[in-house]
């Protein structure tokens, strides 16, 4: 009993009492008559007790013994028709099932069919019916509809309140549809009496027959009844399996919307249990939860997945998904009201949300509490037009709108029992059987957010033959530059050449304010050309897969347009830095082989960018993913043939070209070079002291550094061994000098560090163009014969401090 709620304890409390009560009336007026005669109804209404039939659809059974105890109540006395009662009703309770039965339950029933049994005995006997001279037709008549409600209510009382359901609703589904057996067992009953008269009432034993007969018709009948409701429940459950195939279908456009309606479906079904909602409600909510947003089928895609703010336009189209999902869901014929769930499921408890305006209790519940649920999970999920929020931080942002969006009774139960609703989902998690909230998801934007962008009515005007005019010439002048574009694009093997032609001519295609062109690098995406508004704040982002637009975009293989560009990764942690551009056309650079970056255009508009603007890089995308592909391809392949592969530097032929080029153009601008030429001193005893692993490491960390003191425009190259070379532009004479001093140094320093020891030095020569030469030959000739003069008079310096010492 402990399982039961207070109001079962009641329910069986009262009926102990109402039973006991009328067994201490019953027994004052006990007699001592007819007693064979009550010896053998008893027998009969024991050993009838067994022939009962299960009530589908509820736990209860129908027996025939009722027959023998409307016959005692013909018959016998008060306190022996009750007698018969309990005879039938304790037997029945200790015989007639699988499972022993408490005892709390066999006197539950016992004291029952015991008040229905006084109810009955005054209602054939009532002096009313006497005085109104009814005939005993009659009178058998209102005695067996009497047994029927008595008994028919009493049990529906306690299995409505174990099941949390309407004791009217439980009365129709379980026994509304019994009553004419009641009255074809009065009238087999009445029968019986009057044969009793006529013969007497030993020929009762000849009905026995008769009320097995009763017995087998309530058997066949509750079992082909039992039939069509399990067919029905099965067309049911066909037509829901239906239905949810559809939406996983619908839905698989969204790869984590499935996870966000399981999780939906997990908290509304607790929040149902929770505020005792029917079977019915509780199987509506259930369903609904599920199919709610199979409306958008009547949503064009481009709105489903937009990921930034809804224009007035698309927000009333949006509008429309609860009455297309009534409306399909009403063609299926549940057995509950789904369709109205669903068509209410964005209704606002303070009748501003949509479609019809519901207020307050006019909302059906299961309605509201799929909207407080939607809400949250939505907040607590990535959105590409926001970041998610922690758990209890949405539910605090659902708990604000309690009273104007939502129920107030459902916020508060959803506030004090989320943690145990998310330890369902957390373990379905575990399990495999849902999804995290980690992704971004796309969709309809939750009930209560999702209220359009800001902006100016637009007006419709009629279509003009100027208009088809224009668009036919911009068709025209799109497929040229298209064709310029792809043929362009291929002319070039230079990753720079080739993303600045396709930012140029995409310009004039698709306006833009800004544009970004990622590499893939490492799972990261490294800007590989920039340009337009905020360019600086964008060159310095490396966006992970799966964050921001950018990344979402190279992670999904999906293009996004008019999305948020403050969300990108790593350009929002200023908020000077998304002032200016409020939305972004994004798509996927794919390869044959795999994704090798994203195009990205940014607008200082909201929803700049158009589908034809989408569809347009849609058609370009392919090329220009393969002709970048091939260019960084090239590149590392170039870089790879003109660089030393210890240091990283120019090689020797990456040099010569190199400083061919800068010559001419120094002498096309009339200004200085300096070639100069270092050689390493020391470089062998280290070599012979601590190895040639230590010997690479000097020679590796001595890049780092020249690089460093070097500026972007020097050359700077290793010829080979330990010799370099640096060619540097708008450099003269005393810069040379001082930039000689400065590589001493850093050599010096490299030893002392890499070494321990001053071993190492180097010696410098350099050479400057026009006074030391005109061409490559002549400066390095120069250059080199003032290195090798510094190197004799290093080694002449050290001769004399070692014949010192």
Same mark, same amino acid.
């Given at each position: 009993?402990?399982?039961?709620?207070?109001?079962?304890?009641?329910?069986?409390?009262?009926?102990?009492?109402?039973?006991?009560?009328?067994?201490?009336?019953?027994?004052?007026?006990?007699?001592?008559?007819?007693?064979?005669?009550?010896?053998? #109804?008893?027998?009969?209404?024991?050993?009838?007790?067994?022939?009962?039939?299960?009530?589908?659809?509820?736990?209860?059974?129908?027996?025939?013994?009722?027959?023998?105890?409307?016959?005692?109540?013909?018959?016998?006395?008060?306190?022996?028709?009750?007698?018969?009662?309990?005879?039938?009703?304790?037997?029945?309770?200790?015989?007639?099932?699988?499972?022993?039965?408490?005892?709390?339950?066999?006197?539950?029933?016992?004291?029952?069919?015991?008040?229905?049994?006084?109810?009955?005995?005054?209602?054939?006997?009532?002096?009313?019916?006497?005085?109104?001279?009814?005939?005993?037709?009659?009178?058998?008549?209102?005695?067996?509809?009497?047994? #029927?409600?008595?008994?028919?209510?009493?049990?529906?009382?306690? *299995?409505?309140?174990?099941?949390?359901?309407?004791?009217?609703?439980?009365?129709?589904?379980?026994?509304?549809?019994?009553?004419?057996?009641?009255?074809?067992?009065?009238?087999?009953?009445?029968?019986?009496?009057?044969?009793?008269?006529?013969?007497?009432?030993? #020929?009762?034993?000849?009905?026995?027959?008769?009320?097995?007969?009763?017995?087998?018709?309530?058997?066949?009948?509750?079992?082909?009844?039992?039939?069509?409701?399990?067919?029905?429940?099965?067309?049911?459950?066909?037509?829901?399996?239906?239905?949810?195939?559809?939406?996983?279908?619908?839905?698989?456009?969204?790869?984590?919307?499935?996870?966000?309606?399981?999780?939906?479906?997990?908290?509304?079904?607790?929040?149902?249990?929770?505020?005792?909602?029917?079977? *019915?409600?509780?199987?509506?909510?259930?369903?609904?939860?599920?199919?709610?947003?199979?409306?958008?089928?009547?949503?064009?895609?481009?709105?489903?997945?937009?990921?930034?703010?809804?224009?007035?336009?698309?927000?009333?189209?949006?509008?429309?998904?609860?009455?297309?999902?009534?409306?399909?869901?009403?063609?299926?014929?549940?057995?509950?009201?789904?369709?109205?769930?669903?068509?209410?499921?964005?209704?606002?408890?303070?009748?501003?949300?949509?479609?019809?305006?519901?207020?307050?209790?006019?909302?059906?519940?299961?309605?509201?509490?799929?909207?407080?649920?939607?809400?949250?999970?939505?907040?607590?999920?990535?959105?590409?037009?926001?970041?998610?929020?922690?758990?209890?931080?949405?539910?605090?942002?659902? %708990?604000?709108?309690?009273?104007?969006?939502?129920?107030?009774?459902?916020?508060?139960?959803?506030?004090?029992?989320?943690?145990?609703?998310?330890?369902?989902?957390?373990?379905? &998690?575990?399990?495999?059987?849902?999804?995290?909230?980690?992704?971004?998801?796309?969709?309809?934007?939750?009930?209560?957010?999702?209220?359009?962008?800001?902006?100016?009515?637009?007006?419709? $005007?009629?279509? !003009?033959?100027?208009?088809? *005019?224009?668009?036919?010439?911009?068709?025209?002048?799109?497929?040229?530059?298209?064709?310029?574009?792809?043929?362009?694009?291929?002319?070039?093997?230079?990753?720079?050449?080739?993303?600045?032609?396709?930012?140029?001519?995409?310009?004039?295609?698709?306006? #833009?304010?800004?544009?970004?062109?990622?590499?893939?690098?490492?799972?990261?995406?490294?800007?590989?050309?920039?340009?337009?508004?905020?360019?600086?704040?964008?060159?310095?982002?490396?966006?992970?897969?799966?964050?921001?637009?950018?990344?979402?975009?190279?992670?999904?293989?999906?293009?996004?347009?008019?999305?948020?560009?403050?969300?990108?990764?790593?350009?929002?942690?200023?908020?000077?830095?998304?002032?200016?551009?409020?939305?972004?056309?994004?798509?996927?650079?794919?390869?044959?082989?795999?994704?090798?970056?994203?195009?990205?255009?940014?607008?200082?508009?909201?929803?700049?960018?158009?589908?034809?603007?989408?569809?347009?890089?849609?058609?370009?995308?392919?090329?220009?993913?393969?002709?970048?592909?091939?260019?960084?391809?090239?590149?590392?392949?170039?870089?790879?043939?003109?660089?030393?592969?210890?240091?990283?530097?120019?090689?020797?032929?990456?040099?010569?070209?190199?400083?061919?080029?800068?010559? $001419?153009? %120094?002498?096309?601008?009339?200004?200085?070079?300096?070639?100069?030429?270092?050689?390493?001193?020391?470089?062998?005893?280290?070599?012979? !002291?601590?190895?040639?692993?230590?010997?690479?490491?000097?020679?590796?960390?001595?890049?780092?550094?020249?690089?460093?003191?070097?500026?972007?425009?020097?050359?700077?190259?290793?010829?080979?061994?330990?010799?370099?070379?640096?060619?540097?532009?708008?450099?003269?004479?005393?810069?040379?000098?001082?930039?000689?001093?400065?590589?001493?140094? *850093? &050599?010096?320093?490299?030893?002392?560090?890499?070494?321990?020891?001053?071993?190492?030095?180097?010696?410098?020569?350099?050479?400057?163009?026009?006074?030391?030469?005109?061409?490559?030959?002549?400066?390095?000739?120069?250059?080199?014969?003032?290195?090798?003069?510094?190197?004799?008079?290093?080694?002449?310096?050290?001769?004399?401090?070692?014949?010192?010492?």
């Amino acid at each position: 009993m402990h399982k039961w709620s207070w109001t079962t304890r009641t329910y069986i409390l009262l009926a102990h009492l109402a039973g006991i009560a009328v067994w201490y009336h019953a027994i004052g007026h006990w007699e001592d008559t007819r007693m064979a005669q009550f010896v053998l #109804y008893l027998c009969f209404s024991a050993a009838s007790s067994s022939l009962k039939a299960a009530l589908p659809g509820i736990k209860g059974s129908l027996s025939v013994n009722f027959v023998f105890i409307l016959l005692a109540a013909l018959d016998l006395s008060l306190p022996q028709t009750m007698a018969v009662a309990a005879a039938g009703t304790v037997t029945q309770c200790a015989l007639g099932t699988r499972t022993r039965p408490r005892f709390v339950q066999i006197s539950f029933n016992l004291f029952c069919v015991s008040t229905c049994a006084w109810v009955t005995f005054f209602a054939l006997h009532s002096t009313a019916l006497k005085s109104l001279e009814s005939s005993e037709t009659m009178m058998l008549f209102w005695g067996s509809v009497t047994y #029927y409600l008595v008994n028919t209510f009493t049990v529906s009382g306690v *299995i409505a309140s174990t099941e949390r359901r309407s004791v009217l609703s439980v009365w129709k589904d379980g026994f509304f549809w019994t009553g004419p057996q009641y009255l074809f067992g009065g009238a087999l009953a009445g029968a019986m009496h009057m044969a009793n008269r006529q013969f007497g009432w030993q #020929y009762a034993v000849l009905v026995l027959p008769a009320v097995y007969l009763l017995y087998r018709s309530y058997q066949l009948y509750l079992s082909r009844l039992e039939e069509e409701k399990k067919h029905v429940q099965e067309v049911a459950d066909l037509h829901l399996r239906t239905i949810e195939s559809l939406a996983l279908a619908i839905e698989a456009k969204d790869e984590t919307t499935h996870a966000h309606l399981r999780r939906v479906q997990i908290y509304a079904m607790g929040i149902g249990n929770d505020l005792a909602l029917s079977k *019915i409600e509780m199987q509506a909510l259930e369903a609904a939860a599920l199919l709610h947003d199979i409306g958008k089928l009547a949503v064009p895609e481009y709105i489903l997945s937009k990921p930034g703010r809804l224009t007035p336009e698309e927000f009333e189209k949006i509008k429309i998904h609860p009455v297309a999902g009534a409306n399909i869901l009403a063609q299926v014929n549940f057995p509950y009201p789904v369709a109205a769930v669903v068509l209410a499921h964005h209704e606002k408890w303070d009748g501003t949300g949509y479609p019809d305006g519901l207020a307050g209790e006019a909302i059906p519940l299961a309605a509201r509490i799929l909207s407080a649920v939607d809400v949250l999970d939505a907040l607590a999920s990535d959105r590409q037009y926001r970041r998610a929020l922690p758990l209890e931080q949405a539910v605090k942002e659902v %708990c604000a709108l309690s009273g104007t969006s939502f129920d107030p009774v459902v916020v508060e139960r959803l506030s004090q029992n989320y943690l145990k609703y998310e330890s369902i989902v957390l373990r379905e &998690v575990a399990a495999g059987k849902a999804v995290e909230r980690t992704t971004f998801t796309r969709g309809v934007p939750a009930a209560g957010f999702a209220e359009p962008a800001n902006g100016a009515e637009v007006e419709c $005007q009629p279509c !003009r033959t100027t208009d088809f *005019i224009s668009l036919i010439a911009a068709a025209r002048q799109e497929f040229q530059l298209l064709h310029e574009v792809t043929r362009d694009l291929g002319n070039s093997l230079s990753v720079e050449e080739t993303l600045s032609l396709l930012a140029l001519r995409l310009k004039p295609l698709v306006p #833009y304010h800004a544009i970004a062109i990622y590499c893939l690098k490492d799972e990261k995406l490294i800007p590989q050309f920039v340009s337009g508004t905020n360019a600086n704040l964008f060159q310095g982002l490396a966006i992970p897969l799966g964050e921001g637009l950018s990344g979402w975009v190279a992670e999904k293989r999906k293009p996004v347009l008019n999305g948020n560009p403050a969300v990108e990764a790593g350009y929002t942690r200023d908020e000077r830095k998304f002032s200016l551009l409020q939305s972004g056309l994004a798509i996927p650079l794919q390869s044959p082989t795999d994704v090798v970056g994203v195009l990205a255009l940014y607008h200082q508009d909201q929803d700049a960018f158009t589908k034809d603007h989408l569809r347009i890089l849609l058609a370009i995308g392919s090329k220009a993913a393969l002709t970048i592909e091939n260019a960084l391809e090239y590149g590392a392949a170039k870089k790879n043939a003109e660089t030393d592969p210890l240091t990283g530097l120019l090689n020797a032929k990456a040099m010569f070209l190199g400083l061919d080029a800068e010559i $001419q153009h %120094c002498q096309e601008r009339s200004a200085s070079l300096a070639v100069l030429v270092l050689d390493l001193d020391g470089f062998k005893q280290i070599n012979d !002291r601590h190895g040639h692993l230590a010997g690479n490491d000097v020679l590796v960390e001595l890049s780092k550094q020249l690089r460093r003191m070097c500026r972007k425009s020097d050359l700077l190259s290793r010829m080979g061994g330990d010799e370099f070379v640096a060619v540097c532009p708008d450099m003269d004479r005393s810069m040379a000098y001082a930039r000689a001093e400065a590589f001493e140094s *850093i &050599v010096a320093e490299v030893g002392r560090s890499v070494c321990g020891s001053e071993t190492l030095s180097v010696s410098v020569g350099f050479a400057v163009l026009g006074e030391d030469g005109e061409d490559a030959a002549e400066l390095l000739a120069a250059a080199d014969d003032r290195m090798y003069t510094a190197k004799r008079a290093h080694h002449e310096q050290a001769s004399q401090l070692a014949a010192g010492d």
